[in-house]
């Protein structure tokens, strides 16, 4: 398709509770990027992927976060035993290099609140 | 030090006022530059690429000083719909954002 398609919409989850949201990039796109938005704007760069691998993880927090991105499938980001400060909006980009020459198309994002 | 800095603002204009923002950046080596627009929480959308040499869009005209790094946006003849916060943007590995700068237009 031609617009990054990120379900689901918006995510409640107790503290504690698993969380897992999906992103379907642009056709074409070999390039996923994950980004979370808290309050203030802030966004953090947290993963990116070249076609199913691994391209850049330093913003993974180490522990209960993890992504995958299989063929075939939409790409997946996950977060084990959620805490309230992983309340934000988790948007989902793709482009079709990493040098973003023409900027990334982002997903509408995923609102997760944590209670 | 925050590898993009923006006045966060907010800059609250008439509408048909010229505004500028500014931003700066630590990494030299960055080498693609962006204004993205982004409304009430909703996804970033790509307003212009920054160009050395300088790149205009109607009412809208960027620039980039490589040797100060820094990065402008002019907005002229503002309109309410221009109402947003404006991400600046480099490219590094991935995209790095500032925090934006929140721009009201009022009738």
């Known amino acids: 398709g031609e617009e990054v398609a990120q379900t689901p919409k918006h995510l409640v989850r107790g503290e504690g509770q698993k969380a897992k949201l999906y992103c379907a990039p642009i056709k074409g796109h070999s390039y996923v990027f994950w980004y979370q938005q808290v309050l203030k704007n802030e966004f953090k760069f947290l993963i990116s992927?070249?076609?199913?691998?691994?391209?850049?993880e330093t913003g993974m927090p180490k522990e209960r976060f993890s992504a995958k991105c299989l063929p075939n499938s939409p790409c997946s980001l996950e977060i084990q035993a959620t805490k309230l400060e992983d309340s934000a909006v988790y948007f989902c980009?793709?482009?079709?290099?990493?040098?973003?020459?023409?900027?990334?198309?982002f997903g509408s994002g995923t609102r997760l609140t944590v209670v | 030090r925050k590898e993009v800095e923006q006045d966060p603002g907010p800059f609250n204009v008439p509408e048909g006022a010229t505004v500028a923002f500014n931003c700066t950046y630590s990494n030299s080596a960055s080498q693609s530059f962006f204004w993205y627009r982004q409304d009430c929480r909703k996804e970033p959308k790509l307003l212009m690429s920054v160009y050395s040499s300088g790149n205009e869009d109607g009412r809208f005209t960027a620039q980039l000083n490589r040797a100060s790094q820094y990065i402008s946006l002019l907005i002229r003849d503002s309109k309410l719909s221009d109402s947003a916060t404006y991400l600046c943007v480099v490219n590094e590995l991935a995209l790095t954002f500032g925090s934006g700068t929140r721009l009201q237009v009022q009738p």
């Open positions: 992927f070249q076609n199913e691998n691994v391209f850049d």
């Open positions: 980009a793709s482009s079709q290099s990493d040098r973003a020459i023409y900027g990334y198309t």
